[in-house]
């Protein structure tokens, strides 16, 4: 019997495509494992299992995987559901989902390698060019088109390299990395042989002449008290030394290295109990969770500065009791820095953050983190691209500000709204969505106002504080009564002249000039 795999690409292709599989790696292969897979005369590209079966193609043979480069799914059920509801809904295909979705360290980069064939040593046949090349593979096992651009002095390498094939004294080879790199921190340890306390006298005199030497293996005993790991940075600070005393000791087998794998972020242990809510803020609490027993989606129209983001916590708390997993989304990145401060105090050990100004090798730390479930990656805050992380047990989606159009993704393909598709998202986990703004959106408000989502008001500024008057001014009626100077309501001068005078500040807000959304010509 043969077995087969259907494949999704990491491109915008309308279906599918079938390869060919082992019995063995039909065993061992599961849907959300990446492949590689050459697609097309020579390109390699990862690719994600999509399903295993016994159907072979129609209209063409099915090429065998390059290799398997996941032990376990890396994307699991619930996703490819959820993908699948995008492509469907936004018109794209699921090659264009699976690009968007993926940090791109996992899409792995194809380079190529070029190796000498052994039993080729008839080097008359060479002109220059080549000599160059099968001459510098008599010192490197291997070597990149980029390193043979160098060799050669010159960007046209290929047709020699053909002829080196033709030639039969190279061979091509395709190697696949992994552009993620664990962080790796440096610590350091006595070696086995010297790890005893009865050793320390004899390390001593064995150092009676190096003083550095000497005075760090104190310095280290002292840091070992507590039993804690020693980091190599640590070490040079406390024994104010360079880090030429400590590779010497490292070369006489008294200290050794290691390393202890670190993720880039992390945050403070919460210190701090939520405050107390204010009893509007209680009863709009009170009334969420209620909609919450009848209603998956609940809007929260709050006015500005009416503490909103405590009634969150309160929620957030609860999730993260009863062990689900709560997705904290908000329009743009510059909002998520205020708020990381605001919510570390309360969730520093839950929090992970999610957006694009973090690295890719941080990107990748968060994607593993929520995969495992991790306790640190139980509340993740980010921006619209967070909703493709693989969640397995979440309980609430958070949409701040949920009117903002930058929910919405324009370019490139799947031009998805974050707010809806985490709607669909919740669904599929049965879990709630609570969508907070001072200005509803004109569909969200029209839900809400249906019934089809629960309906919570909040209309007291935090601590009773008065929202800001506002005053019209018609400029043209004002010009007329000669009750202008300048570009100003001599009103609105004063107001300025008397705030200055407070030592207060003031900000003048200038609307766009000359901008029209539609072009209209008066004549014709």
């Known amino acids: ?65 390059y290799q398997i480069l996941d032990e376990t799914p890396i994307v699991n059920e619930q996703q490819l559901k959820f993908w699948e509801w995008l492509a469907t809904y936004y018109m794209c295909s699921l090659g264009e989902v699976f690009r968007a979705a993926l940090p791109s360290a996992f899409l792995l980069e194809s380079e190529t390698i070029i190796q000498q064939l052994g039993e080729f040593n008839n080097e008359e046949v060479l002109n220059n060019d080549e000599f160059l090349i099968y001459e ?42 992994e552009q993620y790199k664990p962080k790796l921190i440096k610590y350091i340890k006595l070696s086995d042989e010297w790890s005893t306390q009865d050793k320390l006298s004899e390390l001593l005199e064995l150092l009676s002449r190096a003083q550095k030497q ?49 993720d880039r972020i992390s945050f403070k242990d919460s210190s701090t109990t939520i405050k107390e809510l204010t009893s509007f803020q209680e009863t709009a609490y009170v009334e969420i969770k209620k909609t919450f027993e009848t209603k998956k989606v609940t809007l929260l129209k709050g006015i500005t500065s009416s503490g909103k983001t405590e009634i969150y916590a309160k929620l957030i708390k609860k999730e993260l009791e009863e062990g689900k997993q709560v997705l904290y989304l908000l329009p743009e990145i510059a909002l998520t820095t205020q708020l990381i401060e605001r919510l570390q105090i309360y969730f520093g050990e839950y929090l992970s953050v999610f957006h ?101 008001e909040l209309n007291r500024r935090y601590g009773d504080v008065l929202l800001p008057e506002i005053e019209l001014v018609d400029i043209k009626e004002k010009h007329r009564k000669k009750r202008m100077k300048g570009h100003f309501f001599f009103f609105l001068l004063e107001m300025i002249t008397d705030a200055l005078a407070e030592k207060e500040q003031v900000i003048l ?9 539609v072009v209209e010509c008066q004549t014709c």
Not at 140 to 161: C, N
Not at 509 to 517: D, K, L, Y
Request: charged content about 20%.
């Open 136 to 177: 510098a593979l008599q010192h490197q096992s291997q070597l990149t088109i980029a390193q043979i651009i160098d060799i050669l002095g010159k960007k046209t390498v290929f047709p020699v390299i053909k002829t080196l094939i033709d030639k039969k004294v190279i061979v091509v080879k395709e190697q696949i990395y």
């Open 356 to 456: 694009s100004k973090y690295s890719m090798n941080e990107r990748v730390e968060v994607w593993n983190n929520v995969l495992e479930n991790k306790q640190k990656a139980q509340l993740v805050l980010g921006a619209r691209s967070s909703i493709f992380l693989p969640f397995s047990s979440l309980g609430l989606i958070i949409v701040d500000e949920e009117h903002e159009p930058s929910f919405k993704q324009y370019d490139p393909s799947p031009r998805y709204h974050a707010r809806d598709a985490a709607v669909v998202l919740a669904n599929l986990f049965s879990a709630k969505v609570l969508l907070g703004s001072a200005t509803p959106s004109i569909e969200t408000y029209f839900n809400a106002t249906r019934g089809k989502y629960g309906f919570v």
């Open 1 to 65: 019997m043969s077995y087969f795999i259907t494949i999704i690409l990491p491109l915008a292709l309308p279906k599918q495509y079938t390869y060919k599989i082992t019995e063995a790696e039909a065993g061992f292969l599961k849907p959300g494992m990446r492949v590689a897979v050459e697609f097309g005369k020579s390109k390699i590209y990862t690719a994600l299992v999509y399903a295993i079966h016994t159907n072979a193609p129609e209209g063409y043979e099915a090429k065998d995987i």
């Open 509 to 517: 807000f200038q609307n766009r000039r000359g901008f029209a959304p």
């Open 214 to 262: 000497r005075e760090v293996v104190l310095t280290y005993f002292q840091l070992n008290a507590g039993k804690k790991p020693i980091k190599v940075t640590q070490l040079i600070e406390s024994s104010n030394c360079s880090s030429a005393v400590i590779k010497s000791l490292v070369d006489k087998n008294i200290f050794e290295y290691y390393f202890i794998q670190k």
